[in-house]
């Protein structure tokens, strides 16, 4: 495997940082996680508004353009040989003091990596994913804005770790009120009365991109889509419920806490979403070219 890693491409074995990096020591940094169908960059430009946005809030200039990420990221691609895939774009503080000061660190890193990856089984995807909720607590907005996506997940994979102890892959997650924020890794959407349902940036989720891509298949579908907060209630008498992520694409959701939702199975709009959001994933993106 070839890493782009700070303006080269080297072997996976020499894609090394170093350990007073900031992004190692305390999390400091940004990073997306980007999808390429067929030979393109699905949402390309979505995602580097995203990472943009994301380190702009936490005031990390982004060594590279918008046009050298493009570059790199494709060709990051090519030398992969990768035609359908997961894109890990990484920006970090960069080397610095022990202390906390970011100040310190005078050039940040970037790194890119580009393999396959796969979040979910087919069985999952046919017969939905039975979801737990988590005893961790989503981190609060008025702590760290959710809409920053930073390398520092320790909240989420906390989360992870009672899904996984509780034998199975993922767990919802409640904010400090009680109300449904996200999954570790993924947002949530309820299906009920024909009208989709998806917790505010303000309950603590991330904006997705897939998020956003539901929302405008919605629209083209005609099917209303609110931001309600919603509560473990909601989404165990919901008709219906779905995840969605970069990496996990649309995932139904079978059950919560053991309580069927629906009929226990992937309702109808689930599945018409998958079907249209795999078309799109064909028909649109960024082609992958050599820089």
């Given at each position: 495997m070839t890493i782009y890693l700070d303006g080269k491409f080297v072997s996976e074995e020499d894609a090394k940082v170093s350990v007073f990096d900031h992004g190692l020591l305390y999390g400091d940094g940004v990073f997306e996680g980007i999808r390429v169908y067929g030979g393109k960059i699905f949402r390309l430009d979505a995602h580097l508004d995203r990472l943009f946005a994301s380190a702009k809030a936490i005031m990390l200039p982004i060594p590279m353009t918008r046009q050298q990420l493009v570059e790199a990221c494709s060709e990051t691609c090519v030398r992969n040989k990768l035609q359908d895939g997961y894109i890990r774009l990484v920006v970090t503080r960069g080397v610095g003091c022990l202390g906390l000061n970011p100040f310190t660190c005078k050039n940040p890193t970037v790194c890119i990596i580009a393999s396959t990856i796969e979040l979910f089984s087919e069985e999952i995807y046919r017969n939905g994913v039975k979801l737990v909720t988590a005893g961790t607590i989503r981190t609060s907005p008025a702590a760290v804005s959710p809409a920053i996506k930073s390398l520092n997940y320790l909240n989420n994979i906390l989360a992870k770790i009672e899904a996984i102890n509780a034998g199975t892959v993922e767990a919802l997650m409640l904010n400090a009120e009680g109300y449904v924020a996200e999954c570790t890794g993924d947002n949530v959407f309820v299906v009920r009365g024909g009208r989709l349902a998806t917790p505010p940036i303000s309950a603590g989720a991330l904006i997705g991109i897939t998020r956003g891509v539901v929302f405008e298949l919605a629209a083209k579908m005609g099917i209303a889509v609110s931001?309600?907060?919603?509560?473990?209630?909601?989404?165990?008498?919901?008709?219906?419920?779905f995840l969605t992520g970069t990496a996990a694409e649309i995932v139904p959701v079978a059950s919560l806490d053991g309580r069927p939702i629906g009929s226990g199975k992937p309702g109808v709009l689930t599945l018409k979403l998958m079907s249209e959001f795999r078309k799109l994933t064909c028909s649109e993106g960024t082609p992958l070219t050599r820089s």
């Open positions: 931001e309600p907060n919603l509560t473990r209630y909601d989404i165990m008498t919901a008709d219906e419920c």
